[in-house]
């Protein structure tokens, strides 16, 4: 359990040091009470500076990064009108006002700047050279760093990026950086945090970023630097196959350390106990490589969640009296819905199924005094599973706040990331092997040639025109869209692969056309006609940000 942490006691500590606001987010100070050559004096003040850089991550993934990556073909938010925060992103109505945005632009730039600022800080303290527990925290701050930057390619493309702490307005204005320097960075600091970090064991925390983390990170960005990407002419792009066959390569390396290592794996227990242990607070770092950590001491203040609530089957809130919320559920809002077709597309034996797709919810029934379970016959009201009010201790210090982590990433996707590097490396049979056994841990039917058609093609799930499956990598191809979406629904990844793999809008398309989601009278999930190839796949430039900096030009990304 999380409730004595020390690292989100001093993150509280440090959030009431660091509350002054600046008009550009380049220039928040993350020490403001000292100065630099006074305050890293000690260790002991180092690592305050880098618990500053992860307080950035539950601002950001407490409920903006909820909404940012839904609107692929497996959630979007409810409800269709505007609202300028998650309905827009998720519909694909969204424009450069958009406030969730705004605040994980501004959010990801304090992350890189409280970086900046402990990784120069502490690589000036004396003997910094060699002391190595020096050396493990600017590893930690620089895999945040890589962290923060990622999401900005992802989310923006070329943006401005700097590696130096901005302390003044003159400094603050950057042009756009290419998005291949930025990646060249972001490598840099991983390979630097994996060789000064150690690997995680039993008695880690997945909330510290470790060696694991750092190369599971690697791993993505490198697929993702290999996929297709919109440039800032309007064209989609991706490297020659001389450089996708480099960052495959890359990444099979990264596996073979994991192999090497061998501590990580699936959790003992099982998919459906791993993500209940998610909701109950439960820390186990055999599966779970990186975790985004959450503490409310009284539901007001500290790093409060929403996984659970906002997103989450909904829960009514109880009748009770203030005195008695220790005995009962807090309330959840299910802002989110599941595109309900996924629930038909898994194997009935298979354990993610009733896990993704929840389709009851809690109502309050006065005459017993309880909340009471009702199941949800209309596909439309069904909810994203993994993180469920009733999973988490009984009782609530705030009926909407929740202490439940975020699994930034772990060891499932590792494995299918391997898989998909082996594939594309021209080693298919390794790449059955390792998409299989996620599947053999979810009780679902091995792939084989035999039953590739039985279960990869119509009526039992969507064929995949936009996928070329006439020869063996072609064959996996189709099975690993299916596999990634069934295995890490919800968590941040899918309408990323969709992008890098170059076929969002053909998937969103088959969706909108096929989902009992949209009827004759009513469109639920509209984003496959909302979505426009050449500009969708990057968010905008905040409008604040295109009237402050003016080296930005006034130029905002494609068709915005």
Same mark, same amino acid.
Request: glycine fraction near 6%; include cysteine.
């Given at each position: 359990?999380?409730?004595?942490?020390?690292?989100?006691?001093?993150?509280?500590?440090?959030?009431g040091l660091?509350?002054?606001?600046?008009?550009?987010?380049?220039?928040?100070?993350?020490?403001?009470?000292?100065?630099?050559?006074?305050?890293?004096?000690?260790?002991?003040?180092? %690592?305050?500076?880098?618990?500053?850089?992860?307080?950035?991550?539950?601002?950001?993934?407490?409920?903006?990064?909820?909404?940012?990556?839904?609107?692929?073909?497996?959630?979007?938010?409810?409800?269709?009108?505007?609202d300028?925060?998650?309905?827009d992103?998720?519909?694909?109505?969204? +424009?450069?006002?958009?406030?969730?945005?705004? +605040?994980?632009?501004?959010?990801?730039?304090?992350?890189?700047?409280?970086?900046?600022?402990?990784?120069?800080?502490?690589?000036?303290?004396?003997?910094?050279?060699?002391?190595?527990?020096? %050396?493990?925290?600017?590893?930690?701050?620089?895999?945040l760093?890589?962290?923060?930057?990622?999401?900005?390619?992802?989310y923006?493309?070329?943006?401005?990026?700097?590696?130096?702490?901005?302390?003044?307005?003159?400094?603050?204005? %950057?042009?756009?950086?290419?998005?291949?320097?930025?990646?060249?960075?972001?490598?840099?600091?991983?390979?630097?945090?994996?060789?000064?970090?150690?690997w995680?064991?039993?008695?880690?925390?997945?909330?510290?970023?470790s060696?694991?983390?750092?190369?599971?990170?690697?791993?993505r960005?490198?697929?993702?630097?290999?996929g297709?990407?919109?440039?800032?002419?309007?064209?989609?792009?991706?490297?020659d196959?001389?450089?996708?066959?480099?960052?495959?390569?890359?990444?099979?390396?990264?596996?073979?350390?994991?192999k090497?290592?061998?501590?990580?794996?699936?959790?003992?227990t099982?998919?459906?106990?791993?993500?209940?242990?998610?909701s109950?607070?439960?820390l186990?770092?055999?599966?779970?490589?990186?975790?985004?950590?959450?503490?409310?001491?009284?539901?007001?203040?500290g790093?409060k969640?929403?996984?659970?609530t906002?997103?989450?089957?909904?829960?009514a809130?109880?009748?009770?009296?203030?005195?008695?919320?220790?005995?009962?559920?807090g309330?959840?809002?299910?802002?989110?819905?599941?595109?309900?077709?996924?629930?038909?597309?898994?194997?009935?034996?298979?354990?993610?199924?009733?896990?993704?797709?929840?389709?009851y919810?809690?109502?309050?029934?006065?005459?017993?005094?309880?909340?009471?379970?009702v199941?949800?016959?209309?596909?439309?009201?069904?909810?994203?599973?993994k993180?469920?009010?009733?999973?988490?201790?009984?009782?609530?210090?705030?009926?909407?706040v929740?202490d439940?982590?975020?699994?930034?990433i772990?060891?499932?996707?590792?494995?299918?990331?391997?898989?998909?590097?082996?594939?594309?490396?021209?080693?298919?049979?390794?790449?059955?092997?390792?998409?299989?056994?996620?599947?053999k841990?979810?009780?679902?039917?091995?792939?084989?040639?035999?039953?590739?058609a039985s279960?990869?093609?119509?009526?039992?799930?969507?064929?995949?025109?936009?996928i070329?499956?006439?020869?063996?990598?072609?064959?996996?191809?189709?099975?690993?869209?299916?596999?990634?979406?069934?295995?890490?629904?919800?968590?941040?990844?899918?309408?990323?692969?969709?992008?890098?793999?170059?076929?969002?809008?053909?998937?969103?398309?088959?969706?909108?056309?096929?989902?009992?989601?949209?009827?004759?009278?009513?469109?639920?999930?509209?984003?496959?006609? +909302?979505?426009?190839?050449?500009k969708?796949?990057?968010?905008?430039?905040?409008?604040?940000?295109?009237?402050?900096?003016?080296?930005?030009?006034?130029? +905002?990304?494609?068709?915005y």
């Amino acid at each position: 359990m999380k409730k004595n942490n020390l690292y989100y006691i001093l993150c509280l500590l440090l959030c009431g040091l660091t509350n002054s606001a600046c008009l550009d987010t380049l220039t928040e100070d993350p020490n403001s009470y000292y100065e630099k050559k006074d305050f890293f004096t000690d260790k002991s003040k180092a %690592q305050m500076a880098v618990v500053g850089v992860y307080s950035v991550l539950p601002t950001l993934y407490g409920d903006y990064e909820m909404a940012l990556p839904c609107s692929d073909d497996t959630y979007y938010a409810s409800g269709t009108n505007s609202d300028n925060t998650r309905r827009d992103i998720a519909h694909y109505t969204l +424009n450069p006002a958009n406030q969730y945005v705004y +605040n994980a632009w501004k959010g990801l730039y304090q992350g890189i700047n409280y970086a900046n600022y402990a990784i120069q800080g502490i690589e000036g303290m004396e003997n910094y050279e060699g002391d190595t527990d020096l %050396q493990a925290m600017v590893a930690e701050a620089k895999f945040l760093r890589a962290l923060y930057a990622f999401s900005l390619v992802r989310y923006w493309g070329d943006v401005p990026f700097k590696t130096t702490y901005s302390d003044s307005y003159e400094h603050t204005y %950057q042009p756009r950086s290419s998005r291949e320097t930025i990646y060249d960075q972001i490598i840099n600091d991983l390979n630097f945090a994996k060789g000064h970090l150690a690997w995680a064991d039993a008695s880690s925390s997945p909330e510290k970023a470790s060696q694991g983390s750092a190369r599971a990170l690697l791993m993505r960005v490198l697929l993702q630097r290999a996929g297709y990407s919109l440039q800032m002419d309007g064209t989609i792009t991706q490297p020659d196959e001389s450089k996708r066959r480099e960052y495959f390569n890359a990444v099979i390396r990264e596996w073979e350390e994991f192999k090497t290592n061998g501590y990580h794996n699936f959790y003992t227990t099982g998919y459906l106990e791993l993500f209940k242990g998610f909701s109950a607070g439960t820390l186990d770092s055999q599966e779970s490589l990186f975790e985004v950590a959450f503490y409310s001491p009284d539901g007001s203040t500290g790093t409060k969640s929403y996984w659970g609530t906002y997103i989450g089957p909904a829960v009514a809130a109880p009748g009770i009296a203030s005195t008695e919320a220790n005995q009962f559920m807090g309330r959840a809002n299910a802002l989110f819905r599941v595109v309900p077709e996924w629930k038909e597309f898994f194997e009935a034996g298979d354990a993610r199924r009733d896990v993704m797709v929840c389709t009851y919810k809690f109502n309050w029934d006065k005459t017993s005094y309880s909340h009471k379970k009702v199941e949800n016959k209309n596909g439309r009201d069904w909810y994203p599973g993994k993180w469920r009010r009733e999973w988490m201790p009984i009782g609530y210090k705030n009926p909407n706040v929740t202490d439940v982590n975020f699994c930034y990433i772990r060891y499932a996707d590792v494995v299918l990331m391997a898989a998909e590097a082996f594939n594309e490396t021209d080693n298919t049979p390794e790449a059955w092997k390792l998409l299989n056994s996620v599947r053999k841990r979810a009780g679902a039917t091995e792939i084989t040639s035999e039953n590739y058609a039985s279960l990869l093609k119509a009526p039992k799930v969507y064929n995949l025109n936009f996928i070329n499956d006439g020869d063996e990598a072609g064959r996996f191809r189709t099975a690993l869209y299916w596999e990634r979406g069934f295995e890490l629904a919800f968590e941040g990844q899918r309408k990323y692969d969709l992008i890098r793999w170059g076929i969002i809008q053909e998937a969103l398309a088959l969706f909108f056309e096929n989902s009992a989601a949209n009827t004759s009278t009513s469109t639920g999930y509209p984003a496959g006609k +909302n979505f426009r190839k050449g500009k969708h796949e990057l968010f905008p430039i905040p409008t604040d940000e295109l009237q402050l900096n003016y080296l930005l030009e006034n130029k +905002n990304n494609p068709n915005y």
